[in-house]
């Protein structure tokens, strides 16, 4: 087993946080996305949809997407639950993460490839060469600053994001919120809620894998 990771990418990010939560071990890879590696031959060998992490099984499987490796390894390894136990908690997980993933994961992304220099030509991750468009800086800065006004409001309910318990839609909203940083971001004063929770979560041993 072999997992592709690239330390200054968020998804990686993502990954390397559940795995410290189970206190699992994987033989990892660096693919440097800077330069290009993950557009090479031997990993598009690997994973044809040139992204990490990536995850290779021992007969040659790859598992790619960071909530299918999570998947992978929570069914692997149950304990402890990161993607609830019962029906309403893996529901209620799996809605909250997909919220942050589109709302919070993708707006910060649009506003950074379509504005910083480095990705001219590779405005969104994968295989295909994309031009920058403008107009998505302004609407991701936008949705950016409407995520980070929800998670305050569902922070002023719960204690997590998908209640009282840690989960896996809290890893993705850390990483998410960190990532929001990047455009300038930050979590607003006005916010408390969000920020008690992030200082919570912050300090976690796995949020610094």
């Not at 790859?62 to 909530?67: A, D, F, K, L, N």
């Amino acid at each position: 087993m072999k997992l592709y990771d690239f330390g200054g990418a968020p998804n990686p990010r993502r990954l390397r946080i559940f795995l410290a939560e189970k206190r699992i071990s994987v033989p990892t890879e660096q693919v440097d996305l800077m330069a290009g590696e993950q557009l090479q031959d031997s990993f598009r060998a690997i994973n044809p949809f040139c992204t990490v992490p990536a995850l290779e099984l021992d007969d040659g499987t790859c598992i790619s997407e960071v909530m299918a490796i999570c998947r992978y390894f929570e069914a692997l390894q149950p304990e402890p639950p990161l993607m609830g136990i019962t029906p309403e908690e893996q529901g209620t997980i799996a809605m909250w993460e997909h919220r942050i993933e589109i709302n919070g994961m993708l707006a910060v992304g649009d506003a950074l490839r379509n504005s910083v220099d480095r990705f001219a030509g590779r405005a969104m991750p994968g295989p295909l060469d994309l031009e920058q468009i403008p107009d998505l800086i302004d609407r991701g800065k936008k949705r950016t600053d409407h995520f980070l006004e929800v998670l305050d409001e569902r922070f002023g309910e719960s204690e997590h994001l998908a209640g009282p318990n840690f989960s896996v839609a809290d890893i993705t909203a850390l990483v998410a919120v960190d990532f929001a940083g990047r455009i300038d971001k930050g979590i607003p004063d006005s916010h408390a809620n969000l920020k008690r929770w992030h200082d919570a979560v912050y300090v976690r041993p796995s949020a610094q894998a």
